[in-house]
């Protein structure tokens, strides 16, 4: 197995019976949402932050995973936070809000709610209609880490985006678009004005398709795609501890089962 980078590793911390899985984003790694996940854990909760496979390693090892394999991974953390916590909420950034909403669709009541960063479905017209056929004629693209506006702040991502990873995405979004009318539980959407990777449409569509009666959306004005390092990334971590308070009833809650300090770093 090649060598983990530096910053890209996962992060656990068991706290509360109160669970949250958080699942990073296409190309990037659990660094670019690591301060959201050390915040959660500050404020006493179950905290899972996996590493998904391809990632944080070098591109050409994402190249030979699926859409199916990220999903498994972040469906077996699921299911293990499941055995040692009474809720589970689940967020993600921009594909990682594609694979908390599937997590959701297809867990039900396993999933007390939803928080998702600019959640990621579409693709910009032009590149979607390019990644099909883009696939055999080359192996990789330019990458789309980065899009932060504040100054001195890096996503650890790779440099490049290989074809066929991008034809698996644009699977996966496909089916998370199919089954949007399954989720049901509480949303939380928070997504930049200004977007660099992701159309607005995406939200959009999350927005429009979803069942769920509690849903709360959120513009940020002040960040770019990657906005859990960026300016607004407090209002996020703000927004996402009184999102889980108030669906929890908040105030003191019993640790998770087997409970023991931990930090997968």
């Not at 990789?140 to 880490?145: D, E, F, Q």
């Not at 997504?191 to 159309?199: F, L």
Request: proline share 6%.
């Amino acid at each position: 197995m090649p060598p983990i980078l530096p910053g890209a590793e996962p992060f656990r911390r068991d706290g509360s019976a109160t669970g949250v899985l958080l699942c990073h984003g296409f190309t990037g790694s659990p660094q670019s949402v690591r301060p959201w996940a050390e915040d959660l854990a500050g404020h006493g909760l179950t905290v899972s932050l996996p590493l998904l496979p391809g990632h944080g390693t070098r591109w050409q090892d994402l190249a030979m995973t699926s859409w199916e394999d990220w999903y498994a991974a972040v469906d077996r953390e699921l299911r293990l936070l499941r055995e040692r916590c009474e809720q589970v909420f689940v967020c993600g950034l921009s594909m990682g809000g594609a694979l908390a909403l599937r997590l959701a669709a297809l867990h039900g009541n396993a999933v007390s709610g939803i928080v998702v960063v600019n959640p990621a479905l579409t693709f910009p017209r032009v590149q979607g209609y390019g990644v099909p056929a883009g696939r055999f004629l080359v192996r990789s693209v330019k990458g789309i880490a980065d899009d932060i506006a504040k100054e001195g702040r890096h996503e650890l991502g790779y440099d490049r985006v290989p074809t066929r990873a991008a034809y698996a995405l644009r699977t996966l979004f496909r089916v998370v678009q199919r089954d949007l009318p399954k989720v049901t539980q509480p949303l939380l959407l928070l997504r930049s004005r200004v977007d660099h990777v992701v159309p607005a449409a995406s939200s959009a569509l999350v927005l429009g398709r979803v069942s769920s009666t509690d849903v709360t959306e959120t513009v940020l004005e002040r960040s770019y795609h990657v906005a859990t390092l960026d300016h607004d990334a407090e209002r996020i971590f703000a927004d996402s501890r009184g999102f889980i308070d108030r669906l929890t009833g908040g105030g003191p809650v019993p640790a998770a089962r087997g409970a023991e300090a931990r930090d997968g770093a």
